[in-house]
């Protein structure tokens, strides 16, 4: 049984279909990327795994449980936790106010600190800006603060939707560095990332959406070495 199912799932906004029976798996302990170009369906299903938008047909089923219906926060709880594409930090709080609330679902505050800690030890820049107000962060400090507060849950699976979004290349490389590290440290990563090359590098496996349906599916390997995919996503 994978730690993530996604079977036949079928998302309306309105009467757009934006997501036409997608089924994939994500299991414990692996990479698994979405690519696609916009307007492909990637955080719509990143969005209707988090009930965030209701699903109209189909299952989300994570380690065995049906989630279709249950509420964003009692998620989180289960051990999912999402990095929303454009981060949504809070902006007129501080570093360390922000990561306070990603530990919402702790009650021990001696915990919920080291937490903190863990955090700031993986991020040194943000124990250097604990008190600097969020919103003056630079793009990439601000990446790191999102994925840092979705870190204080604990996540068996962590969802990253472009989190290389508007960064400069070298951040990029960072950021992807991060992951792996989250990865090597027994975090399940979901990545929603229009950067196909650095999302396939890293990938355990990979999906390719276009108009709501995944249309190519394979390894991060196999899908990078692609003509179809090279042709569409890596400029080759």
């Known amino acids: 049984m994978a730690l993530l199912e996604v079977r036949d799932l079928e ?22 990327t979405l690519i696609g170009a916009n307007g492909a369906g990637k955080t719509t299903t990143m969005h209707s795994i988090m009930g965030l938008i209701p699903v109209k047909h189909g299952s989300v089923t994570y380690e065995g449980q049906l989630i279709n219906k249950v509420p964003s926060h009692k998620i989180v709880k289960l051990g999912m936790t999402q990095v929303p594409e454009g981060r949504h930090i809070f902006q007129e709080l501080t570093v360390y106010d922000n990561l306070l609330l990603g530990g919402y679902i702790e009650n021990d505050m001696k915990k919920i600190k080291a937490d903190i800690e863990d955090v700031y030890s993986r991020f040194p820049r943000l124990k250097e800006r604990h008190s600097q107000i969020a919103g003056t962060l630079s793009g990439g400090e601000q990446q790191m603060l999102a994925m840092g507060r979705a870190m204080m849950s604990h996540p068996k699976l962590l969802m990253l939707d472009e989190p290389s979004m508007g960064l400069a290349p070298i951040l990029v490389d960072q950021i992807f560095e991060i992951i792996k590290e989250f990865n090597k440290s027994g975090t399940t990563i979901l990545l929603v990332e229009q950067n196909a090359g650095k999302a396939l590098e890293i990938a355990d496996h990979a999906y390719v959406l276009e108009n709501g349906k995944i249309v190519l599916s394979g390894t991060g390997a196999e899908l990078a070495a692609s003509d179809e995919v090279k042709k569409a996503y890596l400029g080759g």
């Open 11 to 32: 998302v309306y906004y309105g009467v757009i279909q934006a997501l036409k029976g997608i089924s994939f798996d994500v299991n414990e302990g692996e990479i698994v």
